[in-house]
């Protein structure tokens, strides 16, 4: 049962440190997203890859977040330094090109 | 404007009832349309696709309607476990999914 999987299910964190999420696309799947949802603002889409390629990072402050895909297996999401407005649950998903995509459990992140 | 709408709810509606849920987007250009739920403190999951001559999947059916540029889920003898979110995914062209915020339903007893 192919499924994307993610780590850490849950962070708790101070403000100012750093958070690396991770996320581990279906194999085969060429395009991986990153997504944040929150209560007030819904699902949005932070970032996304093609065949590991950056090809839109425009939801992400990017000042303070950072997305990588350093092999086809692993696809990171890193906050520094974390703050407050930062604490939701951040998604993974992966698909293959303009058809469903399928979504990882999350990181429940809290930014104290 | 946002590119996908949906009425947030929630719909209250009774076991067995039949409910159906709209969302609307605002790109002409859009290609794929989907119907996600998502369970409390889960992840979405695909319902189903949504094609254009309409699909049904047990008590699940979904329509397109290009001209009005809106989807449609209805679902019949609602069911307890049936409760949850649902959200409608639109792609355009080579595009990531946009999400609508989610109708809520409760179904009661």
């Known amino acids: 049962d192919a499924r994307v999987t993610q780590t850490p299910r849950h962070k708790v964190t101070e403000m100012g440190q750093e958070v690396t999420m991770r996320c581990q696309p279906i194999l085969g799947h060429n395009t991986v997203f990153w997504y944040r949802q929150t209560m007030m603002q819904g699902l949005e889409l932070l970032a996304y890859?093609?065949?590991?390629?950056?090809?839109?990072d425009s939801g992400m402050p990017k000042d303070r977040f950072s997305a990588e895909m350093p092999d086809a297996t692993l696809a990171t999401l890193k906050i520094q330094p974390s703050e407050p407005r930062d604490s939701a649950v951040y998604f993974c998903a992966s698909g293959l090109v303009g058809v469903e995509q399928f979504f990882g459990p999350g990181t429940r992140l809290t930014v104290l | 404007r946002k590119e996908v709408e949906q009425d947030p709810g929630p719909f209250n509606v009774p076991e067995g009832a039949t409910v159906a849920f709209n969302c609307t987007y605002s790109n002409s250009a859009s290609q794929s349309f989907f119907w996600y739920r998502q369970d409390c403190r889960k992840e979405p999951k695909l319902l189903m696709s949504?094609?254009?001559s309409g699909n049904e999947d047990g008590r699940f059916t979904a329509q397109l309607n290009r001209a009005s540029q809106y989807i449609s889920l209805l679902i019949r003898d609602s069911k307890l476990s049936d409760s949850a979110t649902y959200l409608c995914?639109?792609?355009?062209?080579?595009?990531?999914?946009?999400f609508g915020s989610g109708t809520r339903l409760q179904v009661q007893p």
């Open positions: 949504v094609y254009s």
């Open positions: 995914a639109v792609n355009t062209g080579r595009r990531a999914l946009t």
């Open positions: 890859f093609r065949n590991r390629a950056p090809l839109d």
